[in-house]
């Protein structure tokens, strides 16, 4: 229990479910920002250093927070990873009636991005308190936040978009990347998510927004996970990343559900994802080892 006493001591914030340590609502961007992260970190029983995953959560880049995805992040904890799901700056927009995106009265980004990187580069400065590997780290996301994680991953060697937000001294670099049904360009539909102040700038900020625009044989591994009803990112923008992919030789898995729609998690009732998201991370980011018997 030496090192979970340890733990208790550097994280006096914690509560926990079995024997997961969850700690909420740590400030990753600076104190002056709501946006925060919840901290999971894995049973005793595993040696640390553990990898770790950086879980972006999806909404459209306009809805959504941190606590979502709960169920994903305990269950990878219990396998061994820590995990850090992260909040991050949102769109304000204007609905109708039914919920549905009328206009983005202002967009987030780049700062809705900058903060992903922001998130990746804390958990690297801060591995040692976490117990985590700094050279272990992947980044996961559903819809729009697979959109983020994969151009975080995207990104790692461009010196243009490591440029901003915190810690721009420490490593930006992905072992992996789990992308659940995000969009890897961005397409006029989707323009007003990210619209600049001309129509110019917008073309310009959907550009520099698609992952696809920084892909090169260097990429890290992806996962890729779809379903082939859905709606909302309809199964060809997957279906294509997973073929550019190929092309540039970059190893990659591509898992797509009969009939899913949008929006599940690691237990859909067309497939149990579990032991696909583990074996992959398994593979990429070595699977985590049992602790030493004392």
């Not at 998130?119 to 591995?127: C, E, I, T």
């Not at 440029?163 to 007003?192: C, P």
């Not at 073929?243 to 540039?248: F, I, N, S």
């Not at 929006?263 to 398994?282: C, M, N, T, Y």
């Amino acid at each position: 229990m030496k090192i979970l006493t340890t733990l208790l001591c550097l994280l006096p914030l914690a509560s926990f479910a079995g024997e997961i340590t969850v700690r909420k609502d740590v400030s990753f961007l600076g104190e002056e920002r709501k946006e925060k992260l919840d901290a999971y970190l894995p049973p005793a029983s595993f040696a640390r250093p553990v990898p770790a995953v950086v879980f972006i959560h999806g909404g459209s880049w306009s809805h959504g927070s941190k606590t979502q995805n709960a169920a994903t992040c305990r269950t990878l904890a219990e396998n061994g990873y820590a995990v850090f799901s992260i909040d991050y700056l949102l769109n304000e927009v204007i609905r109708d009636g039914q919920g549905k995106i009328v206009t983005t009265t202002k967009v987030a980004w780049p700062v809705n991005f900058l903060d992903c990187k922001t998130a990746l580069r804390f958990v690297r400065k801060n591995a040692a308190e976490y117990g985590v590997d700094p050279g272990r780290i992947a980044v996961m996301g559903n819809s729009a936040g697979g959109h983020l994680a994969m151009l975080v991953a995207a990104t790692q060697d461009s010196e243009e978009m490591n440029r901003g937000g915190l810690h721009t001294d420490v490593s930006n670099e992905v072992s992996a990347v789990i992308n659940f049904y995000g969009r890897s360009v961005i397409t006029q539909e989707r323009h007003d998510r990210f619209a600049g102040e001309t129509p110019e700038q917008t073309l310009a900020n959907a550009a520099a927004a698609s992952p696809q625009t920084y892909f090169t044989k260097s990429l890290p591994p992806f996962l890729i996970v779809q379903g082939d009803a859905d709606e909302v990112v309809p199964v060809k923008f997957n279906r294509d990343l997973a073929a550019k992919l190929g092309e540039l030789g970059v190893p990659h898995e591509y898992v797509e559900l009969p009939g899913a729609g949008h929006a599940f998690g690691l237990q859909p009732k067309e497939k149990d994802l579990r032991p696909v998201v583990l074996s992959f991370l398994g593979k990429y980011l070595a699977k985590p080892a049992p602790a030493a018997a004392p």
